[in-house]
């Protein structure tokens, strides 16, 4: 079973920056595309970016321009930079990943890590 473990989470101030990471470990897998969704306290998980295995990118209204999302596909790894943080972006982030194997597509979901934006 391949497995996703996010990092980089943490406190910043309003205005900071931080990035996060997101490493797929398994075998025999590739993976399509990678992304990141976030769910703030009382709220629905809501999509933040993707990116397909050839670089294109997506991303909410509510971050563009301020988070990049980038991959290394030899390492099965995502990043999410997040610059000029806001007190809004403060959420749980989970990457997920379309996970291929020889039988099958699924969707694979890390354990999230908490982002906070406080002064």
């Known amino acids: 079973q391949v497995q996703l473990v996010e990092s980089g989470g943490g406190l910043v101030q309003p205005g900071g920056s931080l990035r996060l990471s997101c490493v797929a470990s398994g075998s025999d897998f590739s993976i399509d595309d990678m992304g990141w969704y976030r769910q703030a306290p009382g709220k629905e998980r809501d999509f933040v970016t993707s990116i397909t295995k050839g670089g294109r990118m997506l991303y909410a209204d509510s971050v563009k321009g301020r988070f990049t999302i980038s991959r290394d596909n030899a390492k099965n790894t995502v990043y999410l930079q997040m610059n000029s943080l806001k007190p809004e972006d403060t959420a749980v982030y989970y990457c997920?990943?379309?996970?291929?194997?020889?039988?099958?597509?699924?969707?694979?979901w890390g354990q999230g890590t908490q982002v906070t934006v406080s002064s």
């Open positions: 997920f990943a379309a996970v291929r194997t020889m039988y099958s597509l699924y969707e694979r």
